[in-house]
């Protein structure tokens, strides 16, 4: 089960947007345009599914 009060804690720290493409940043981005993170969700927009997925994939290696 996803602790929503953490999720939204991680998700606070994350970056998304065309504001931030072509740019270079430690953490992680959501979408394509992040794609200079170190770690970036892809898609344009990424489908909820795999938002939800990397949020439950990071929680459970806490």
Same mark, same amino acid.
Request: with cysteine.
């Given at each position: 089960? %996803? /602790? #929503? !009060?953490?999720?939204? @804690?991680?998700?606070?720290? !994350? !970056?998304? *947007?065309?504001?931030? @493409?072509? $740019?270079?940043?430690? *953490? #992680?981005?959501? *979408?394509? /345009?992040?794609?200079?993170?170190?770690?970036?969700? $892809? *898609? /344009?927009?990424? @489908?909820?599914?795999?938002? %939800? !997925?990397?949020? %439950?994939?990071? #929680?459970?290696?806490?």
């Amino acid at each position: 089960m %996803v /602790c #929503l !009060e953490s999720s939204i @804690k991680i998700i606070n720290k !994350e !970056e998304l *947007g065309q504001g931030f @493409k072509n $740019k270079r940043y430690d *953490g #992680l981005g959501i *979408g394509a /345009c992040t794609s200079g993170f170190d770690n970036y969700i $892809k *898609g /344009c927009p990424p @489908k909820a599914r795999d938002i %939800v !997925e990397w949020i %439950v994939l990071h #929680l459970d290696s806490r």
